[in-house]
């Protein structure tokens, strides 16, 4: 009758690492595989560093974009000051019917004339 020998963990033959390979071959199916394990980080590029308001308040990413956008539509908006009838005061951008209309069909906000090319 044959003894066997009784290894320190299940599944793990004795003489046999337990330790992970990094950069070893395998073979799934017949198809040779490269499995590596890297160790390092993206280095920031210096054309896009971490801007303060990517990291901090989302209401201050939003303002900044409500803000680019009005930018982009130039002369055919405007920043206006103002005040509801129940007193409160703010601000909104403003779309002045002679530049712009509200699709009947679609309640789309469209430029008129020249502003829609």
Do not use: C, H
């Amino acid at each position: 009758m044959t003894k066997r020998q009784k290894s320190s963990q299940v599944g793990v033959l004795k003489g046999e690492t337990t330790e992970p390979l990094q950069g070893t071959q395998s073979t799934n199916g017949g198809s040779p595989s490269m499995s590596v394990t890297l160790a390092s980080t993206v280095p920031q590029s210096p054309t896009s560093p971490t801007t303060p308001n990517s990291l901090g308040n989302p209401l201050l990413t939003q303002a900044k974009i409500i803000q680019v956008f009005a930018a982009k539509l130039g002369k055919a908006v405007e920043w206006r000051n103002i005040t509801l009838g129940d007193g409160r005061k703010g601000y909104a951008l403003f779309f002045d019917e002679a530049k712009w209309l509200v699709d009947p069909m679609t309640f789309e906000l469209l430029p008129l004339g020249e502003l829609g090319k």
